[in-house]
């Protein structure tokens, strides 16, 4: 079993930036990716970025191409989110995601959830 805990959400203005850390424990740590995930108020949640933890490949939505890197240290089993020019529309709970698999990574589902970390973006 993988637990999987965010921290370094907060209240930023309009222009600033946060960086997400996703800290995996439990299990051996070896998936085949890792994802971050949002969700803003009244909204589905939405795919932001993926990085393949071997070779860190990585994949952003279109929204947060060239303001967002992902990023592993696969020493400390973390993966982060750096965040920039931070817009309004990027406020949402952040959520980090496993693939466990390249199967459940074809299948877009996720076998392991962190708990979430609020993002607020102030005008």
């Known amino acids: 079993q993988v637990q999987l805990v965010e921290s370094g959400g907060g209240l930023v203005q309009a222009g600033g930036s946060l960086r997400l850390s996703c800290a995996a424990s439990g299990a051996t740590f070896s998936p085949y990716a890792v994802g971050w995930l949002r969700q803003a108020p009244g909204k589905e949640r939405e795919f932001v970025a993926r990085i393949s933890w071997s070779i860190a490949r990585t994949y952003y939505a279109d929204s947060v191409k060239g303001r967002f890197t992902i990023s592993r240290d696969n020493a400390k089993n973390t993966v982060y989110l750096q965040m920039n020019g931070l817009k309004p529309e990027d406020t949402a709970v952040y959520y980090c995601?496993?693939?466990?698999?390249?199967?459940?990574?074809?299948?877009?589902?996720?076998?392991?959830w962190g708990q979430g970390t609020q993002v607020t973006v102030s005008s």
């Open positions: 995601a496993v693939h466990d698999t390249v199967h459940t990574a074809l299948a877009a589902t996720y076998d392991y």
